[in-house]
């Protein structure tokens, strides 16, 4: 008997706008993402943030603080993984003068600086586990005290909080508290990556063009460009994709495989990979165009090093000849 408010609710989900912030979308997933932001972004509640590198999260946090009615208080953003671990607690709370060597002169912390408005603990799975209980305090009693004072300062602050970790699984493994966990994670969202969200691709593509100077239009990219976009899996997610689009306009004659990130060595086994995914998410002639350049680097370097560099045996065993090999050399640079 639920089958159908359910069917009805993902359909709502889905016709929602494609804006939210700064981001924007296609895609069904983010779309239910954007449906569930809107709804808890007028409230109180901190929110951890969970995705990928790369996916936005940061982004994320700043619709929501935009959404809220904390919108026209402070927004301090604080980067757990940033900070040296014996300066987290002072950059958190502050410190004064002389409370510790080099402490020079009183410090305001960034829980004090966000009074009223809200705070973003980006990557909070990289905090210390000596100031999880700290912070805990803080969430909980709304106060606490600069390091090297005596006096109590009360804090209204809203909590956001981002990783890249599994805070269960890191609860799990005894590397973060259970108790913070629960205290941060009233709401919980996760950001998808880029590979499951290819329609977003052409959109984001041209948002980042539109961003170049002079500002440019996806149209206006060499043919099968786009193509060999929406074929790779953007490990990196929407920040590799924003330096790939950057590196193209730098460099328009590079091959797509310079333009993306090497998360691994070429071997014959990913090669094969690569080639399987261009080849069942694009038609046959696109895919064989998109793919050929990549390919025939990635074939004649494996070619080579399987023969020792001897350009005839590499001839005599592609069945080409040897002019050919040397006219790809120079090609690919492998010369």
Known sequence: ???????????????????FGSMVTRSPCMRRLFAELIRISPSDASVVIEGETGTGKELVADAIHRASCRADRPYVVFDCSAV??????????????????????????????????????????????DLQPKLLRVLEKREFRRIGSNTTITTDVRVLAATHRNLMSEVNRGNF?????????????????????????????????????????LDELPEHTLAMFRAHLWPGNVRELRNAVQ???????????????????????????????????????????????????????????SVG???????????????????????HSLN
């Open 84 to 129: 040296a671990p014996s300066l987290v607690e002072s950059e958190l709370f502050g410190h004064e003068r002389g409370a510790f060597t080099g402490a020079l002169s009183r410090r305001i912390g960034v829980f004090e600086q966000a009074n009223g408005g809200t705070i973003f603990l980006d990557e909070i799975g990289e905090l210390p586990k």
């Open 309 to 331: 560099g001897n350009i005839r045996r590499a001839a005599a065993k592609a069945d080409v000849s040897r002019q050919m090999i040397q006219k790809l050399m120079r090609k």
């Open 177 to 217: 508290r259970e108790d913070l966990f629960f205290r941060i994670s009233t709401t919980h969202v996760h950001v998808p990556p880029l590979r499951e969200r290819p329609d977003d691709i052409p959109l984001l593509m041209d948002h980042f063009l539109g961003k170049a100077s002079p500002p440019r239009r």
């Open 1 to 19: 008997m639920l089958v159908a408010p359910l069917n009805e609710m993902r359909r709502c989900e889905e016709n929602v706008s494609s804006h």
């Open 247 to 305: 590196r193209l306009l730098l460099t328009p004659e590079r091959p797509f495989s310079k333009l993306v990130q090497n998360e691994a060595p070429i071997t014959a086994a990913n090669e094969s990979s690569d080639v399987g995914v261009l080849a069942t998410s694009l038609p046959l002639r696109a895919a064989r165009r998109a793919a050929s350049e990549e390919f025939e680097r990635k074939y004649l370097g494996n070619l080579l090093a």
